[in-house]
């Protein structure tokens, strides 16, 4: 869990960047954590998120909702997150139904999620 934490402070503040449509983005919908920096996230543990395409989200862990914005700039391959006044970006990589965040500033952070199924 403690691991758990500094990624999700940073996708929270990746998620709360200023609100920019994004409707035509692969990262809009529900999407399940699997595996930080390699190791499988506990069934246990449920953390999962929720991107708008008016640029808002929700992160959902346990019964804890934290809200943010995000922008993704496709192009780049980035997504940046606003929470708490605070911004983070990261690198993404979209692999059909999968999506792999990696911290710009720290590369060795990582994040997988799985698009939940509707």
Do not use: K, N, Q, R
């Given at each position: 869990m403690k691991r758990i934490m500094p990624l999700f402070?940073?996708?929270?503040?990746?998620?709360s960047a200023p609100a920019l449509a994004q409707a035509d983005s692969p990262l809009v919908g529900a999407w399940d954590a699997v595996s930080q920096n390699g190791e499988e996230i506990p069934a246990e543990f449920s953390m999962w998120i929720d991107n708008h395409d008016d640029g808002s989200?929700?992160?959902?862990?346990?019964?804890?909702?934290?809200?943010?914005?995000?922008?993704?700039?496709?192009?780049?391959?980035?997504?940046?997150?606003?929470?708490?006044g605070e911004t983070m970006v990261f690198k993404v990589a979209i692999d059909g139904d999968e999506v792999t965040f990696t911290g710009v500033d720290n590369p060795d952070d990582t994040m997988v999620m799985r698009r939940r199924p509707e």
């Open positions: 402070v940073l996708l929270v503040m990746l998620f989200g929700t992160m959902h862990i346990g019964e804890e909702e934290f809200p943010y914005t995000w922008s993704h700039d496709e192009t780049a391959e980035t997504c940046t997150i606003v929470a708490d």
